[in-house]
DNA sequence: TTTCAATATTAAGTTATTGTTAAGTTAACT
DNA sequence: AGTTAACTTAACAATAACTTAATATTGAAA
């Protein structure tokens, strides 16, 4: 199996930055290519269809959180995973960043190893089709192509339901409060009323089974492995 | 059962956003004041001790983030939570600044519903300040799955309940007053009659076994561990 | 040991939260 | 543009969770 290298856009308006990541990910075997602000990232991101684009969120003209809003846009860009770079582990900053559509988040100043090991656990994704598959024993759930697998029968689920169990059974067990799934299926800057999420809960059992996904009174919702009996 | 309306401060140097916000905020039950720039903030937020602050980022004189540091270097304070209101695009690039320790934002134009659900979400955070997973022993108490484990036998058990036990549980050994129980786990704002407490405890004993929750008459409850007998 | 406030107990309210259904909207695709 | 699926809302029902109320019991102080 021959594989081309994962393709990765750094972009970062202070060049001591980009050297040193370049550097590290070159000695790595990526197909590194950079940009210095966020206009610039866009035009080459259009033209070079990277894996990878690690975004700084800090930049003049255009900050990484804008850039991120307009290159989601791009639908040649739909398989390129956006890893953003900040200052502080701020809350706040994580909070816009994954509303803007980040799939994940490094701190300054940036630990090459820990950048390294998120970049080789998307590229495997990427290469091996190792996709995004939660595989739960009876339950599968496949983020590629948002179908699940019940007993060897796929079903095929819309985006937000799909994304709702996605969630659930991407910690089973964890209870998920209403506010948390809001903020991580709908983002926080969306406001949709009460009884949504019942209603997609309600489908998704429709369509499980209602043993999968329990309620916790006035906690929030969680996916349920099947007990084995003893 | 009654509930205390929680308190809002709102600081901004334009009238016209204290105003909207306060009219959308009052509506919603909030106990509202304001102030038009951060020196009176500090001043009002000494005497008055909102649950929340709302914070413009941008005043003349002392600014949002100035203002923030200061409030939060006042230990009565020290439960206030912050929202921080910018100007989209402006302010992205500032974000280090955040430092601060805001707890959340919202851009301008504000949209009314989101602020109010953020509000809402923040103060139920305020009043769920406990971490997660207890181990003693015998028993396991784990908030993530709001599940208690005795005997290797999951029990699963409501809000209150649960999170009454596992505020015993987090000190075992210490007597908890009532008062102490109160303000924990039903929150400064809530206020219930005197026999609430002890039908809970009364619950878990069912549940759990009465040798695990001891009486102290006149002072409070304590968490027992289960003294193994030779 | 008596007393009495503090707790225990039980069952019966109440309320908050979620479930359900159907009917609107919106968005996506041809 | 028209059609369909997806998504959201709204109204109401169902129910578990929670609180109260009424009464009994306890245990520490007198």
Redesign the interface.
Known sequence: MKKLPTKILIVDDEPDIIEILKYNLDKEGYDVKSANNGKKAIEKAKKYIPDIIILD????EM?G??ACEELKKISKLSNTRIIFL???G????Q??AFDAGADDYVTKPVKPKILIKKISSISKRINNNLSNVLDLGDIKVDKESYLITINKEDISLPRKEFELLYLLASKP???FSR?EIMAKVWG??V?VGDRTIDVHIRKLREKIGDKCIKT????GY?FKLNVKKK
Do not use: L, W, Y
């Open positions: 969120v800090m930049m003049p900050d959180i804008e900040s200052a502080r701020e809350d706040f900053t909070i816009a067990g964890k209870v506010d926080t800057q406001i916790v009174k006035g906690v969680k």
